[in-house]
C-alpha cells in the first residue's frame, strides 16, 4: 500500500513568491491534514479536510495560506505571498475518517520551506 | 492554558537498557492518548495509542502507561537498540484534533 505522498519535498524560494504543496493521502483515507513544523516542536495544524470540506482551519493564516482539497483526495496548500517566517517544514497527513474515535494519523515525508 | 511537556533534553540510554520517555499535560481530559516516532527528514510514525480507561498497553519491545490522575504517560522501551535513536512525540486528542508535543529525541548508545 502507497503511503501518503508529497512534493516537492525541498523548496527555496525568495520572500514575496508564491509556493505550494502537493499532497496524495492514503487511499480510501477521508481525513486529510495539513501541518505545520518548526524545529524542535512537534506538528501544528493548519487545516483539517474531511473529504472536501475544511472542518477546521482556524489555525490556518488566511491572509497568505490558502487550501483546497478537490474531489476529497489530492490537496495543495498555498502560501501567497510567502514570508521569512514560514520557513518550515509542512506536512501532510491521513487518516480513516470520522471525528470520533482514534484517528491514527499516517503523515507523508514533509516539503522543507526555505524562504530567503 | 493547555499544554503539553515532553523533556526537551536528549536522553541518552546505553544499549540493552529500558529507555523512558515522559509526556506530562496540563487542562486536559484526553480521551486517549497516541505515541510516534520521527525520524530525521521524515513524517512522524504511529506507535501506540492508549485509551483513558487502560492503564496499560504493550507492542513487542514497546509499553505506554496511562494516568489520569496524574496526567501523565510514559513510554517504554525494553531491550533498547541503537535503531531505536530518534525522536518521540506524544499527542492527545482534544476537540476532533490531536495537540502534540515537542518531543523527546532518544539516543541510544552501542
Known amino acids: 500500500e502507497a503511503g501518503v505522498v508529497q512534493s516537492p519535498r525541498y523548496k527555496i524560494i525568495e520572500k514575496k513568491q508564491p509556493v505550494a504543496f502537493w499532497c496524495n493521502p492514503i487511499?480510501?483515507?477521508?481525513?486529510l491534514y495539513w501541518y505545520l513544523q518548526n524545529l524542535g516542536q512537534g506538528p501544528e495544524l493548519l487545516i483539517r479536510y474531511e473529504n472536501e470540506e475544511a472542518v477546521d482551519d482556524s489555525q490556518l493564516p488566511k491572509d497568505r495560506f490558502s487550501a483546497e482539497r478537490l474531489k476529497g483526495v489530492d490537496s495543495t496548500l498555498k502560501i501567497q505571498p510567502a514570508e521569512l517566517g514560514d520557513s518550515a517544514v509542512y506536512l501532510c497527513a491521513s487518516s480513516a475518517g470520522g471525528t470520533s474515535g482514534p484517528d491514527e494519523q499516517y503523515f507523508g515525508p514533509g516539503t522543507r520551506l526555505t524562504v530567503t | 492554558s493547555q499544554k503539553i511537556e515532553q523533556n526537551s533534553e536528549a536522553l541518552n540510554i546505553q544499549e540493552g537498557k529500558t529507555a523512558t520517555l515522559t509526556c506530562n499535560y496540563t487542562n486536559y481530559s484526553p480521551a486517549y492518548l497516541q505515541w510516534y516516532r520521527q525520524d530525521p527528514g521524515r513524517g512522524p510514525v504511529f506507535l501506540l495509542l492508549i485509551r483513558e480507561n487502560e492503564k496499560e498497553k504493550r507492542k513487542e519491545r514497546l509499553k505506554v502507561t496511562f494516568d489520569t490522575t496524574l496526567k501523565q504517560s510514559l513510554f517504554h522501551i525494553t531491550a533498547s537498540q541503537p535503531a531505536d535513536s530518534a525522536t518521540y512525540l506524544c499527542?492527545?486528542?482534544?476537540?476532533?484534533?490531536?495537540?502534540w508535543g515537542a518531543g523527546t529525541k532518544l539516543i541510544i548508545k552501542p
Open positions: 499527542a492527545l486528542r482534544s476537540n476532533y484534533q490531536l495537540i
Open positions: 487511499s480510501g483515507h477521508n481525513t
